[in-house]
């Protein structure tokens, strides 16, 4: 099984409704990430945390909120989506130490479409 | 400013042959870490392989190797005897050194791998 899942794979919606993406692990890290990737770019940081109590804003957090529901789950929303959130979304998972070499984890990302 | 900027696009490369992937980055850190990633067209990303500012040796695994050269603050992939299964987008990533600990992305480039 895989480490890192993510739930659902693909989804279209509709432009205004409510999306939740999920993101499970059993890595036991304490780090997760939620990241966007859009056609022709790379992967842009929207939120992350490194406990159920700590939640940070990264670079594109505008339009979404998260939830750390314990170590292993970590979900992403959006709370009207827009069509400008089309995109493929990764959840990545890190050991908690500061080394350079501390390698992310990804799951396998959720395809999704606002129409 | 941290930095990753991959210039390529897209490239190919004749099966079996060796092919090398640019990468230069900025950052007036230090110490830093670099990172390859891999994502075929399924979407996942996969970890092949990361080296340190302060790793004297350049790093390798398997058929991927990384030309570090440090003055030019440049870190290239360099596949050797590609196969068909290689096909597939690479991104060079950073560690990010603020309070994230995030991955900073480039733009990434599309090999295509011909038989």
């Known amino acids: 099984d895989a480490d890192v899942t993510q739930t659902p794979r693909n989804r279209i919606t509709k432009t205004g409704k409510r999306i939740m993406l999920e993101c499970s692990q059993t890595k036991g890290h304490d780090r997760m990430y939620w990241y966007r990737q859009d056609p022709g770019l790379g992967l842009r940081l929207i939120y992350y945390s490194f406990d159920v109590k700590d939640i940070n804003k990264g670079e594109i957090s505008d339009g979404y909120s998260v939830s750390r529901q314990a170590q292993a789950k970590f979900s992403l929303s959006l709370e009207s989506a827009i069509p400008n959130q089309t995109a493929l979304y990764f959840c990545?998972?890190?050991?908690?130490?500061?080394?350079?070499?501390?390698?992310?984890?990804f799951g396998p990302g959720t395809r999704l479409t606002v129409l | 400013a941290q930095k990753i900027t991959q210039t390529q696009p897209g490239m190919f490369v004749q099966e079996k042959e060796a092919v090398t992937l640019d990468c230069t980055y900025d950052t007036s850190d230090q110490s830093y870490g670099l990172f390859w990633y891999k994502q075929p067209s399924s979407g996942e990303m996969i970890f092949l392989i990361y080296?340190?500012?302060?790793?004297?040796q350049n790093a390798t695994e398997g058929r991927y190797s990384l030309n570090f050269q440090k003055a030019r603050k440049s870190a290239n992939l360099v596949i050797s005897a590609s196969q068909l299964g290689d096909s597939a987008m690479y991104f060079c990533?950073?560690?990010?050194?603020?309070?994230?600990?995030?991955?900073?992305f480039g733009s990434g480039t599309r090999l295509l791998v011909r038989p």
């Open positions: 080296q340190g500012s302060y790793d004297e």
């Open positions: 990545a998972t890190s050991e908690p130490t500061g080394m350079l070499d501390n390698e992310q984890f």
């Open positions: 990533a950073m560690r990010s050194m603020d309070s994230s600990y995030k991955l900073i």
